[in-house]
C-alpha cells in the first residue's frame, strides 16, 4: 500500500465508519496522545522502564505495531484533512534531508 493508497483507504473508512473527521485541532490531540502511548510502549521495551505484569511484555511486540499504526492513521487524517500529499511532502522532506545531511552523518564519529 503505497501513501497515496493510504490517504484513500483512511478517507473512505472515515466516510463510511467514522462518520466524519474530527476538527484538527482535535487530531492534533488524539495524535499527541497516540505518540504518548507509543513513547510509553518503547521506553518499556527499549528503555530502562519495566512492565507493570509480565503479560504485557509478551504482547509488547504487536502492541508496538498497533500503537504506529494508531499514530499513522491519525496523521493520515490530519494531512486529509489539511490537504497534504504525504508522497509527495515525504520526497519533498527526503530531497531536504538528503541536501542538508550529505556529508554530516558520514563525517560523524559518533556514528561509526
Not at 472515515?14 to 474530527?22: A, D, E, L, M, N
Not at 495524535?31 to 507493570?52: D, H, P, T
Amino acid at each position: 500500500m503505497t501513501l497515496k493508497d493510504t490517504q484513500e483507504t483512511v478517507d473512505q473508512w472515515i466516510k463510511s465508519i467514522g462518520v466524519r473527521y474530527f476538527n484538527e485541532l482535535t487530531n492534533t490531540a488524539v495524535l499527541m496522545e497516540e505518540v504518548g502511548e507509543l513513547s510509553r510502549l518503547m521506553a518499556r521495551i527499549y528503555g530502562e522502564q519495566s512492565f507493570k505484569r509480565p503479560e504485557d511484555e509478551a504482547s509488547a511486540q504487536s502492541d508496538l505495531a498497533d500503537e504506529m499504526a494508531d499514530v499513522l492513521f491519525v496523521l493520515v487524517c490530519l494531512a486529509n484533512q489539511t490537504g497534504v500529499d504525504l508522497t509527495e511532502a515525504v520526497k519533498k522532506n527526503l530531497d531536504k534531508k538528503t541536501k542538508r545531511d550529505k556529508n554530516r552523518h558520514a563525517n560523524n564519529e559518533k556514528l561509526k
